[in-house]
């Protein structure tokens, strides 16, 4: 370890360069805001994706890393951690599958909670700034599921270049959807099942990894939530149970749960 002794001359220029830090910091974040706000059409001269060349990969690194540094100004260190496990395992889980794309998977899992840190009556609120149609019983009573399709809206309007698959995939992370493309399926079990993933129910999800197809590794990452809601005694966004049965009646076994073609005659009585 070392141990640095300032003089006072010094120590006043590092507070002064680290206030000036801050302050750059402060006015990237408020640009990248008032374009997410005003759209793609009108974006301020002064905000990050526009300005200087632009990444010509949207998914390499060298993009990779400016989102990575984008979002850790937007959310909390626990939440930086998270997204960058949702990232890697997205990552992981691409290769494993053979998706085309790991390093999509890898963004969309770094980028899906960009809006997190909107919380309650402020992620009500930023629905009404972005300007979005979504169903008022979600706003009004599950304002929790909003950071999906908020989060995704804003990255359109400033980071139009990561493209529409990659926006999905943002949407649908919360409460999924009937059709899950790969990357959507994807996204939605790394959020699930990231390292710093603790509780219990995470493990059998964990080790179903490359057990069986994409699809079959969705079902039981949602499955795992849905019973985990219900358990305990949590509202569910009203299209789970459609994508529930949408999904469900995919499984192996299904069917015994369906009405037989030969009914007991008994129960015609
Ligand atoms: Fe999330
Ligand atoms: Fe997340």
Do not use: C
């Amino acid at each position: 370890m070392i141990i640095e002794i300032k003089d006072g001359k010094q120590a006043r220029a590092e507070r002064e360069a680290a206030r000036g830090a801050a302050r750059a910091q402060e006015a990237a974040h408020e640009a990248v805001r008032a374009q997410e706000v005003a759209g793609a059409e009108s974006p301020p001269e002064d905000a990050p994706s526009r300005s200087g060349s632009v990444a010509p990969d949207p998914f390499g690194k060298e993009n990779y890393r400016r989102m990575k540094a984008l979002l850790k100004e937007r959310v909390s260190e626990r939440r930086f951690q998270h997204s960058k496990g949702v990232a890697k395992t997205a990552r992981k889980l691409a290769r494993v599958y053979g998706y085309p794309n790991p390093e999509q998977a890898r963004m969309a899992g770094l980028v899906h909670d960009w809006d997190k840190r909107y919380v309650g009556q402020a992620a009500r609120d930023r629905v009404a700034e972005l300007g979005m149609d979504i169903d008022p019983t979600i706003v009004e009573s599950m304002p929790w599921l909003l950071h999906g399709p908020t989060g995704a809206e804003a990255l359109r309007r400033s980071f139009p270049e990561l493209g529409e698959a990659v926006f999905q995939a943002v949407a649908r992370h919360t409460s999924g959807a009937v059709g899950m493309t790969d990357l959507d399926m994807i996204v939605f079990t790394a959020d699930l099942i990231e390292p710093s993933r603790t509780f219990k129910d995470v493990e059998p999800v964990r080790a179903a990894v490359g057990k069986g197809s994409l699809e079959d590794l969705f079902f039981t990452a949602f499955k795992a939530i849905f019973v985990n809601l219900v358990q305990n005694n949590r509202m569910l966004h009203p299209d789970m149970v459609e994508i529930w049965n949408h999904y469900s009646v995919r499984q192996p076994g299904a069917q015994k749960g369906r009405l037989s073609s030969s009914p007991d005659p008994r129960l015609n009585n």
